[in-house]
Nanobody
Framework: QVELAESGGGSVQAGGSLRLSCAAS????????MGWFRQTPGKEREGVATIDNAGGSTNYADSVKGRFTISQDKAKNTVSLQMNSLKPEDTAIYYC???????????????????WGQGTQVTVSS
């Protein structure tokens, strides 16, 4: 059974940093594609970043390029999202998700992600 568990959310002032982690279990972590998404009330869930677990290639939403970095720790089956220069508009619940391959479907197409974590709240105050 695949399980994803996010941690590291919290409250921070604008310009600050947070690091989210997603611990994965129940599948071969060295394969597949891991993504971070976020959602605010009344809005659709949007993609933030993805990483190919095998090759390490990454993709970012335009809104976070240059500020967020996704990385993986294969020894710990963990994917992290380092978020710097946070803005109030980054406030959301952040979710990690996985799909079998980063080549399946468009980068942030939710339909192709098979498993999701429970989410962690990030709040950025101005």
């Amino acid at each position: 059974q695949v399980e994803l568990a996010e941690s590291g959310g919290g409250s921070v002032q604008a310009g600050g940093s947070l690091r989210l982690s997603c611990a994965a279990s129940g599948y071969i972590f060295s394969k597949g594609c891991m993504g971070w998404f976020r959602q605010t009330p009344g809005k659709e869930r949007e993609g933030v970043a993805t990483i190919d677990n095998a090759g390490g290639s990454t993709n970012y939403a335009d809104s976070v390029k240059g500020r967020f970095t996704i990385s993986q720790d294969k020894a710990k089956n963990t994917v992290s999202l380092q978020m710097n220069s946070l803005k109030p508009e980054d406030t959301a619940i952040y979710y990690c998700a996985t799909k079998f391959s980063c080549l399946n479907g468009a980068t942030f197409d939710l339909r192709y992600y098979n498993y999701w974590g429970q989410g962690t709240q990030v709040t950025v105050s101005s």
